[in-house]
T-cell receptor, first 113, second 114 residues
């Protein structure tokens, strides 16, 4: 069975500072990995995905994530955050042949002026 | 292009009343469909998923049920709401085959049970 752990429930960071949101997963088979963003009272929007190939994945809004198989991690990074990046971020894992994504509990990013 | 619609966006219901949330997808056929619930501070909980008309899989025993009367329509229902049913309900669709295809979410329906 797969599982996803987002180690930080809340991350405060000042505007224009870098940020890393951590995600670790557990799976006995090959996985697909995703990061979603949720702005207040909205649905989830896909930021980026890792399916195969290059371990560094670039997404929308200047975010990127790196797949590390040995550490079973898929951390999300942005070199310089903006106030508009304030939102909740969810990491998710899926596997071939299954219908279910497993989501982490989310990390609330708060960007401070 | 594909779009997903959810309604109503906001709902306030008394305990014991029925519930019906509707989700429709346009621009695709034979999608996988999902209902998730998001309770405050608890992440996303998968409630139901469907791989075809009339095919519903339940993930969590509860007061809710789901139906898929048409290929691109997914309905979440309850006969009698409980206080614990309050939350933000999200519908999502996924193209086949699953796994590598992303989930695309609707805008959500916020349910408050009083």
């Amino acid at each position: 069975a797969q599982s996803v752990t987002q180690l930080d429930s809340q991350v405060p960071v000042f505007e224009e500072a870098p940020v890393e949101l951590r995600c670790n997963y557990s799976s006995s088979v090959s996985v697909y990995l995703f990061w979603y963003v949720q702005y207040p009272n909205q649905g989830l929007q896909l930021l980026l995905k890792y399916l195969s190939g290059s371990t560094l994945v670039k997404g929308i809004n200047g975010f990127e994530a790196e797949f590390n198989k040995s550490q079973t991690s898929f951390h999300l990074r942005k070199p310089s955050v903006h106030i508009s990046d304030t939102a909740e971020y969810f990491c998710a894992v899926g596997t071939s042949g299954t219908y279910k994504y497993i989501f982490g509990t989310g990390t609330r990013l708060k960007v401070l002026a | 292009s594909q779009t997903i619609h959810q309604w109503p966006a906001t709902l306030v219901q008394p305990v014991g009343s029925p519930l019906s949330l509707e989700c429709t997808v346009e621009g695709t056929s034979n999608p996988n469909l999902y209902w998730y619930r998001q309770a405050a501070g608890r992440g996303l909980q998968l409630l139901f998923y469907s791989v075809g008309i009339g095919q519903i899989s339940s993930e969590v025993p509860q007061n809710l049920s789901a139906s898929r009367p048409q290929d691109r329509q997914f309905i979440l229902s309850s006969k009698k709401l409980l206080l614990s049913d309050s939350g933000f309900y999200l519908c999502a669709w996924q193209a086949r085959p699953s796994g590598a295809n992303v989930l695309t979410f609707g805008a959500g329906s916020r349910l408050t049970v009083l």
